[in-house]
Nanobody, 119 residues
């Protein structure tokens, strides 16, 4: 089992910045992918960004150039630096960890952290 604990959400004005953190603990494999997803009421959860243990990243088009995902493998922690925030970035942000073993996929989620962009 894996536990994910997010932090760093809050209220920020348009154009501002926030940094989210997610610390993973438990039975973590050496190869995995961690990432951030977000969800607003009535909508499906959507990808924001992911990063593998090797450092390969993937971003949603809507956040490219504004958000940066990074990770510290020694701490099993992933970060999301969010700059130039706009109101449409308002959502609950969820940390995700995916790892595979013997053909099985294991998918873990954090509890979510609210990000609100508003003046």
């Amino acid at each position: 089992q894996v536990q994910l604990v997010e932090s760093g959400g809050g209220l920020v004005q348009p154009g501002g910045s926030l940094r989210l953190s997610c610390a993973a603990s438990g039975n973590i494999f050496s190869l995995n992918a961690m990432g951030w997803y977000r969800q607003t009421p009535g909508k499906q959860r959507e990808l924001v960004a992911t990063i593998t243990t090797g450092g390969n990243t993937n971003y949603a088009d809507s956040v490219k150039g504004r958000f940066t995902i990074s990770r510290d493998n020694t701490k099993n922690t992933v970060y999301l630096q969010m700059n130039s925030l706009v109101p449409v970035d308002t959502a609950v942000y969820y940390c995700n960890l995916v790892q595979r073993q013997f053909g099985f996929k294991y998918d873990f989620w954090g509890q979510g952290t609210q990000v609100t962009v508003s003046s």
